[in-house]
Nanobody, 124 residues
Framework: QVQLVESGGGLVQAGNSLRLSCAAS????????MGWFRQAPGKEREFVAS????????DYVDSVKGRFTTSRDNAKNMVYLQLNSLKPEDTAVYYC?????????????????WGQGTQVTVSS
């Protein structure tokens, strides 16, 4: 079992940056692939980024490629999402999620563990 707690959200102007953190508890974190999803008001929760349990493999939705970067520190049980060049359309609640497999996917139904979410609001 893995418990997840996100932090780092906030209100920023377009073009600025934020760093989201996800703290994980549980002994199996190092064998858990992680993902980031977001949900804007009135929209479905969508895949943003993922990282394999080793950290070697990452994947991003096209709309954030080149702007967002995910990383993890297994020694600290932490996952991060660096958000650069933020746009108003990035406004959403951001969730970290985990799945007990080596390689994550983009489908939210494949993730077992979820955090409570952190709000990111980007003003124009």
């Amino acid at each position: 079992q893995v418990q997840l707690v996100e932090s780092g959200g906030g209100l920023v102007q377009a073009g600025n940056s934020l760093r989201l953190s996800c703290a994980a508890s549980g002994r199996t974190f190092s064998s858990t692939a992680m993902g980031w999803f977001r949900q804007a008001p009135g929209k479905e929760r969508e895949f943003v980024a993922s990282i394999s349990w080793s950290g070697r493999f990452t994947d991003y939705v096209d709309s954030v490629k080149g702007r967002f970067t995910t990383s993890r520190d297994n020694a600290k049980n932490m996952v991060y999402l660096q958000l650069n060049s933020l746009k108003p359309e990035d406004t959403a609640v951001y969730y970290c999620a985990g799945t007990p497999t080596a390689y994550p996917g983009t489908n939210k139904d494949g993730y077992v563990y979820w955090g409570q979410g952190t709000q990111v609001t980007v003003s124009s």
